[in-house]
T-cell receptor
Framework: AQSVAQPEDQVNVAEGNPLTVKCTYSVSGNPYLFWYVQYPNRGLQFLLKYITGDNLVKGSYGFEAEFNKSQTSFHLKKPSALVSDSALYFCAVREPHNNDMRFGAGTRLTVKP | EAGVAQSPRYKIIEKRQSVAFWCNPISGHATLYWYQQILGQGPKLLIQFQNNGVVDDSQLPKDRFSAERLKGVDSTLKIQPAKLEDSAVYLC???????????FGPGTRLTVL
């Protein structure tokens, strides 16, 4: 069965610095990969997805992620962090013919002024 | 476009009581999901509907949890009787017929005392 690992519980960056939130996955076949963000007392908001095509995916709010098949990774990145980016970030994976989407445990991003 | 609606937003009950949650998906979305998100963890799929039929309920604790989507639109999730370990946020999500991106509601935070 597919699975996702987010190796960092917490990521701290200074405002204006680049940020990376890491995600690795395990799946048989080609993965569908997703990033979601969760603000306090809110549901998950879709940021971006990789289905096929270009390995670099651009999403909402200036975020992007790079699909690396050899390293089975899908790290989330942003060139310049904002304080308002502070939230909980979830990576998720599912197989193309399997409706079961598996989420990582989440990474809490804190951007300090 | 209106998002996924859920109610209530918060619910506090005592163990062994019953509780029900309601979800109205995005208009036109054939697929509806219920997830359980325990504090500090990623969401875990409980049940998936396509129109009014169940696609996957393998992780639903059927001795106490039930869900229905009678007219293929809105859905209810019920817990009867509740246990302390059911304290969590219950998230509803929906997606179009070819499910790639799931869109989440704000969730219902359940506290079982």
């Amino acid at each position: 069965a597919q699975s996702v690992a987010q190796p960092e519980d917490q990521v701290n960056v200074a405002e204006g610095n680049p940020l990376t939130v890491k995600c690795t996955y395990s799946v048989s076949g080609n993965p569908y990969l997703f990033w979601y963000v969760q603000y306090p007392n809110r549901g998950l908001q879709f940021l971006l997805k990789y289905i096929t095509g270009d390995n670099l995916v651009k999403g909402s709010y200036g975020f992007e992620a790079e699909f690396n098949k050899s390293q089975t990774s899908f790290h989330l990145k942003k060139p310049s962090a904002l304080v308002s980016d502070s939230a909980l970030y979830f990576c998720a994976v599912r197989e193309p013919h399997n409706n079961d989407m598996r989420f990582g445990a989440g990474t809490r991003l804190t951007v300090k002024p | 476009e209106a998002g996924v609606a859920q109610s209530p937003r918060y619910k506090i009950i005592e163990k062994r009581q019953s509780v029900a949650f309601w979800c109205n998906p995005i208009s036109g979305h054939a697929t509806l999901y219920w997830y359980q998100q325990i504090l500090g963890q990623g969401p875990k799929l409980l049940i998936q509907f396509q129109n009014n039929g169940v696609v996957d309920d393998s992780q639903l604790p059927k001795d106490r949890f039930s869900a229905e989507r009678l007219k293929g639109v809105d859905s209810t999730l019920k817990i009867q009787p509740a246990k302390l370990e059911d304290s969590a946020v219950y998230l509803c999500a929906s997606s179009p017929l070819r499910p790639e991106t799931q869109y989440f509601g704000p969730g219902t935070r359940l506290t079982v005392l």
